[in-house]
């Protein structure tokens, strides 16, 4: 069974630290994601990547970077987190050509 | 700016009663909506998607109806179950291979 995996369930940091969340994904995609949810906000787009070492900012790219040194890994950075940053983080990836995103179980991440 | 409109926010329906969640959009460039399922603590599932050139697919008891004139979709549950209490969203992907995410409904069934 296809997966993508996210380190942390849940992870509660201080404002002000440098946050690392990880996705790994075992189906060889080209394509990864990271959203955040929020109640009534749906899903928004934080960063993709098409291919290793490539990056594209999504709809809210600031306060966050991201890293893609191998294929299977896709990780979110929050460098200097903040109270407005305590969200859901939903990582997702899809192969090239392919309509359907696989997600992971998600990240709660509070920053208090 | 939310590029997909959803509603409602919530719905409350009986056992094998019909739940419908509607979704409206702008872009033009969309050429293909999925509907995903999320079940607590869990990410979201691709359940049903359609293409602008289809007005209507369906899969076991759910079923997406599509207007492409007034640029609305819609997501039918028919016979519902308490097996169906999720939260959905509806969305569309641009010609950029993105998908935009409606803000989600959270659909209970009451046995």
């Known amino acids: 069974d296809v997966k993508v995996t996210q380190s942390s369930r849940y992870l509660v940091k201080r404002t002000g630290e440098k946050v690392f969340l990880e996705c790994v994904q075992d189906?060889?995609?080209?394509?990864m994601f990271w959203y955040r949810q929020d109640p009534g906000l749906g899903l928004r787009l934080i960063y993709f990547s098409y291919d290793v070492k490539m990056k594209e900012k999504g709809d809210i790219p600031e306060g966050y970077s991201v890293s893609r040194e191998k294929k299977e890994r896709f990780s979110l950075i929050l460098e200097s987190a903040s109270t407005n940053q305590t969200s859901m983080y939903l990582c997702?990836?899809?192969?090239?050509?392919?309509?359907?995103?696989?997600f992971g179980s998600g990240t709660r991440l509070t920053v208090v | 700016q939310q590029q997909v409109k959803q509603s409602p926010q919530s719905l409350i329906v009986q056992k094998g009663g019909i739940s419908i969640i509607n979704c409206a959009y702008e872009n033009t460039a969309f050429d293909y909506f999925p509907w995903y399922q999320q079940f607590p603590g869990k990410g979201p599932a691709l359940l049903i998607a359609i293409r602008p050139d289809v007005s209507e697919k369906k899969e076991g008891r759910f079923t997406i109806s599509f207007n492409k004139s007034a640029k609305q979709f819609s997501l039918h549950i028919m016979d519902s179950q308490p097996g169906d209490s999720a939260t959905y969203f509806c969305a569309a992907r641009s010609n950029d291979y993105k998908l935009s995410f409606g803000a989600g409904t959270t659909v209970t069934v009451r046995a």
């Open positions: 189906m060889d995609h080209e394509n």
């Open positions: 997702a990836s899809r192969p090239t050509g392919f309509y359907g995103y696989t």
